[in-house]
């Protein structure tokens, strides 16, 4: 079992949609939670971090890690077309201070 | 504020030929440094970190390597270049000394070996 999964879509979804991107992990010591944004040809710019079971909020964004189910999801309200791209769940060890593990990511098309 | 530049931004290699990318880091001391490769199909795969000038360390074997001659300048290199090298290579930088590092990435550089 790989130590992050990501459905990787194709996920096509009209403008204004609710959009949910998931993540499971297989290990219990992966203690902090990222998640990416990669536009087409570009690097990956971070868009949430969390470190706690729960909700986190940022705008139209919101993160939620359940640790007891290992599974983090990235929800996206209101969805633009701008918000089409590549989206990578990340995650850090507590035990390792420098690397992450990234999921596959999935490819979310908003059509306007 | 931080910026991080990588170049050249797109190469075009024939296979056995050598390789230099270059990565800088500007408005920060001493991050923490990454060298990613993303494959089609395959995501980011860590190629190699440092956390200071000299300090190397390598997460898979490979024809590559990795160079870091000044605080903020990170190098990847290869003697001679693999069918199999090609993909979209992204350095990265991280805070110093953070227990849960985040990680910033450049622009990246897509290579293709031909």
């Known amino acids: 079992q790989k130590e992050v999964e990501q459905d990787p879509g194709p996920l096509s979804v009209p403008e204004g949609a609710i959009v949910s991107l998931n993540c499971t992990y297989s290990?219990?010591?992966?203690?902090?939670f990222m998640w990416y944004r990669q536009y087409s040809r570009k690097g990956p710019e971070l868009l949430m971090y969390t470190y706690s079971s729960g909700n986190k909020e940022d705008g139209r964004f919101t993160a939620q890690v359940d640790k007891s189910s290992k599974y983090i999801s990235l929800f996206i309200r209101d969805s633009q077309p701008s918000d089409s791209a590549t989206y990578l769940c990340a995650l850090i060890s507590g035990g390792s201070n420098y690397t992450l593990t990234f999921g596959k990511g999935t490819l979310l098309t908003v059509n306007p | 504020s931080q910026t991080i530049h990588q170049w050249p931004a797109t190469l075009v290699q024939p296979v056995g030929s050598p390789l230099s990318l270059e990565c800088t880091v500007e408005?920060?001391?001493?991050?923490?440094l990454y060298w990613y490769r993303q494959a089609a199909g395959r995501g980011l795969q860590l190629l190699f970190y440092?956390?200071?000038?000299?300090?190397i360390s390598s997460e898979v074997p490979q024809n590559l390597s990795a160079s870091r001659p000044q605080d903020r300048q990170f190098i990847l290199s290869s003697k001679k270049l693999l069918l199999s090298d090609s993909g979209f290579y992204l350095c990265?930088?991280?805070?110093?000394?953070?227990?849960?590092?985040?990680?910033?990435f450049g622009p990246g550089t897509r290579l293709t070996v031909l």
């Open positions: 290990n219990s010591a992966f203690q902090y």
């Open positions: 408005g920060t001391s001493n991050p923490n």
């Open positions: 440092s956390v200071g000038i000299g300090q």
């Open positions: 990265a930088w991280g805070r110093p000394g953070g227990a849960a590092d985040t990680q910033y």
